[in-house]
C-alpha cells in the first residue's frame, strides 16, 4: 500500500470528479488531444496515480514526462488518493484513462469489475517479475497491468533515543522484549512506538506483519492468534508506548512524528530508507511473539492499462507502461523496489545498502494471497475498522474482532 506513504497528503478526486490536472508534454508531442489512428505516436493520454504528495518537480513527474518525450505524446497526469481507486475509476467508465496506477490489492476487484485488460491482450511479458509482486494482479489465471516495483515494511529504530535510554537493540528479539525496551524509553522521558492505525487500506496494510506474525488467518479475523496481536497494539496505546495519535496517522505522519527524534522505534516502509540514512536511524525485521520472522504485505501499484472504446490507443499506452517499467527507472523514481532480479540487481550496485529491503520484499506476502483475491478489500475494511475500535477503546480486541468476522462474512455472503 499503498502504499501507504501515498495518502498522507489528502488528494482530491481524480479527474472524473475534479482534481487538478498535472500536464507533461513531450518535445515531439502533438498536443491534438487525440492519438493516431495506428497507434503510433503523437496525441494526448491520461495517466492517473495515487500520488498528490509528488509534483510536477518529483521524479516520479520528471519520470512521466522523460517518456512522453522519448514516445513523443503528450500526457495528461492526474493524481489522487489511492483510497478512492477504485471509486473514482468505476465512477468514470466508460471514459476510462490511458493508463491507471492501482494498489495492487485491487486489481482483481477492477478486473473482475471488466475495467481493465490483460498483460496477454496487449502483449505485455511479465515472465521475469518476481512472483510474489506480480500474484496481486492476477485472477483466474490472467494478468492486469505490470507492477512499477514493490514496498513493504521494517521496524525503524532511533540508536540515539534507545542508547540514552539503555536498551541494546541486540536484545529486542520478539514482542515482549520491544514491549520492554519501549517501557525502558518513556520511563527515561522518551516516546515509544508509532505506527499507522488509520481506518483505511494503511491501517491494514500496518496491522498485518503483526496479525500474520501471531499465526493468525485472514479468513478468521477472530482467531485467538489475531486477538492477541490486537491485545498487543490495544495495549501499547493504553499503557502510552504508543500515541492516541497512530488512530489517525497515515504512514506519512507517522513517519513525521518518528522524525522529531522523540521516538524510539516506528514501523514503515522501504520508501522512507533515504529519510533513515540521512537522520542514522537503522530497521530490523518485523517478527511474531516468539521472535520467528513476521509476513509483511507487498505494497505497491501496477500500471494498468483501462478498457477503451478506441482500441487503437493500446499500441501506445503499451509504449507508456514498457517506458515506465524498463529495468530499475520507475521504481527508483517512487523509493521502490524493483520487482525484478536484473532491476534489482542494478539497484544494488548502485546502492549496496538496499539489501536489507531487496531481501524484506522477497520474503513479503501479497495482500490478496490465501486465494481472497477480489475478498480481500472487504475483509481489509472489516479489519482496520475492528484495529479502530479496539484501540479507541470503544470495544475489546476480542469482541472488535468478532464483529469484523461476522459483518466479513455477512458482506462476502451477499
Do not use: H
Not at 157 to 165: D, G, K
Not at 299 to 311: H, L, R
Amino acid at each position: 500500500m499503498e502504499s501507504t506513504r501515498k495518502a498522507r497528503v489528502a488528494g482530491a478526486a481524480l479527474a472524473a470528479l475534479g482534481v487538478t490536472a498535472v500536464v507533461l508534454t513531450g518535445c515531439s508531442g502533438s498536443g491534438g488531444g487525440t492519438s493516431s489512428s495506428n497507434g503510433s505516436g503523437g496525441g494526448t493520454y491520461t495517466l492517473w496515480d495515487p500520488y498528490p504528495d509528488r509534483d510536477a518537480t518529483s521524479t516520479w513527474a520528471k519520470a512521466i514526462d522523460a517518456c512522453a518525450s522519448d514516445i513523443g505524446i503528450t500526457i495528461k497526469r492526474n493524481a489522487g488518493n489511492t483510497g478512492d481507486t477504485v471509486k473514482d475509476l468505476t465512477t468514470a467508465a466508460p471514459n476510462l484513462p490511458d493508463i491507471a496506477m492501482v494498489d495492487n490489492p485491487k486489481v482483481s476487484t477492477l478486473a473482475d469489475a471488466g475495467l481493465l485488460t490483460t498483460t496477454k491482450e496487449n502483449g505485455l511479458d511479465v515472465s521475469d517479475i518476481q512472483a510474489n509482486i506480480l500474484t496481486a494482479g492476477q485472477i483466474d489465471g490472467k494478468t492486469y497491468g505490470v507492477p512499477v516495483g514493490a514496498n513493504t515494511l521494517g521496524l525503524y529504530y532511533n540508536p540515539t533515543v534507545l542508547s540514552a535510554a539503555g536498551v541494546d537493540i541486540s536484545s529486542v528479539k520478539d514482542w515482549d522484549s520491544l514491549t520492554a525496551a519501549l517501557k525502558k524509553v518513556v520511563a527515561a522521558g522518551k516516546k515509544g512506538i508509532t505506527f499507522s492505525a488509520v481506518g483505511t487500506e494503511e491501517g491494514s496494510f500496518q496491522f498485518l506483519p503483526w496479525f500474520w506474525g501471531a499465526g493468525a488467518d485472514l479468513t478468521k479475523l477472530d482467531s485467538d492468534k489475531a486477538v492477541q496481536a490486537l491485545t498487543l497494539w490495544t495495549d501499547w496505546v493504553k499503557q502510552g508506548l504508543a500515541p492516541n495519535s497512530v488512530l489517525q496517522n497515515t504512514q506519512g505522519t507517522s513517519w513525521d512524528e518518528f522524525k522529531t527524534g522523540q521516538f524510539a522505534f516506528a514501523e514503515n516502509g522501504s520508501w522512507f530508507k533515504g529519510d533513515a540514512d540521512k537522520a542514522g536511524y537503522k530497521v530490523l525485521q518485523l517478527f511474531g511473539p516468539d521472535g520467528s520472522a513476521a509476513p509483511a504485505p507487498t505494497g505497491g501499484e501496477f500500471i494498468t492499462i483501462p478498457v477503451q472504446k478506441d482500441t487503437a490507443r493500446y499500441a501506445t499506452s503499451v509504449k507508456i507502461v514498457k517506458c515506465l517499467t524498463k529495468g530499475d527507472a520507475g521504481a527508483n523514481a517512487l523509493g521502490y523496489i524493483a520487482p525484478t532480479k536484473a532491476g534489482q540487481d542494478a539497484q544494488l550496485k548502485e546502492d549496496p545498502t538496499l539489501q536489507f529491503w531487496v531481501t524484506a520484499v522477497a520474503a513479503a506476502k501479497p495482500r490478496t494471497a490465501d486465494n481472497l483475491g477480489i475478498k480481500y478489500g472487504t475483509i481489509s475494511e472489516q479489519l482496520y475498522t475492528a484495529v479502530q475500535n479496539a484501540l479507541s477503546g470503544a470495544s475489546t480486541p476480542t469482541d472488535a474482532l468478532k464483529k469484523a468476522q461476522t459483518d466479513a462474512q455477512a458482506a462476502l455472503s451477499k
